[in-house]
């Protein structure tokens, strides 16, 4: 579906209609239009020719059914992937993308190795939550309660429609969840920090940071020759001046790589003075270039953060088995090619 195309349909329709139909998509979560009947038989007909509710997708569920993922075709053809987590108490959080693959390309990261092919359209982006949505309502048990745009993409660089989209993630007639419970996660696109921190948003903002060097990072993140750590950490520090909002910053633990004392340090020097910011260290689902780092080597690592006053949070791993790091279902077996 194209939310144009619905728009162009409701163009001569008072402006509740619109507001009634958006209702029906992403708060009600209808699969076929015959199911809105709050609409004439007369727009129900015309949106059923033109606005297609299926939703292309192979669902892929780990054994414990704790993890789901769904490769949605598109369109054009395109893969892309969205991942849904279970955890303990009612929180699921769904992680999706924001573009097909990714022009960043992060030496750790499956969807770095695709390459970029384009940006999804505002409907494409939230086409990902109404899949799990409507999967979570076929189960009966539970609804969405998280979303964070750290899928496929750089939703900085698809940014008039990832915004597009948490407008409508957040509206309450529509998904309705809260901008609280909503993360985007950016490389440190420098221009869009700048614009989120104008937003008057309550959304929250994290920075794939794993390096505490501009030697290190430049090594696995090449966009950081572009921009660099210090000129991230003053736009972030701005953000929070201006917002007051906490921001998290990641750091995927590679073995050998960024999981060094010296490393450990350097990321107590980056942020001992810096209020309102936490490390998130994420356990690395490993996509062929890296290895995980230990067990103890986190712990350790964790410890030494944490003793130098940092406050540090630690990401459990989800659905290995079904490939759920981004991009390793789209790549698998050349399945985006241009
Ligand atoms: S980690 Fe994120 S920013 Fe980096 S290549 Fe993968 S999708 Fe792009």
Partial sequence: MDLAELEDILKDEKSFRKKQVMHAIFHELIGDWGEATALSKDIREKLKAKC???INAELFESAD???????????????IETVLMLHTGNRSTVCISSQVGCPVGCLFCATGKMGFYRNLTVYEILEQLLFFARYLKNKGDRKITNVVFMGMGEPFLNYDNALSAIKIINDGQCFNIGSRKISVSTSGIIEGIKRFSEED?????SISLHAPSNALRSQIMP???????????????????????????EYVMLKDINDTVECAEGLVKLFK??????LNLIIYNPTGNFEPSSRETVKQFKELLEKNGLFVTQRYEFGQAINAACGQLASRDGKNSA
């Fill in 65 to 79: 059914k704790n993890t789901a993922k769904a490769l949605i075709t598109l369109k054009d053809g395109k893969k």
């Fill in 201 to 205: 948003l309550q959304v929250n903002l």
């Fill in 52 to 54: 297609s509710l299926d």
């Fill in 223 to 249: 966009i950081n020759k572009q921009y660099g750590i210090g000129e991230i950490l003053s736009a972030v520090d701005d953000y929070i001046n201006k917002t007051s909002r906490k921001v998290m910053y």
């Fill in 273 to 278: 003075k810096r209020p309102l910011v936490m």
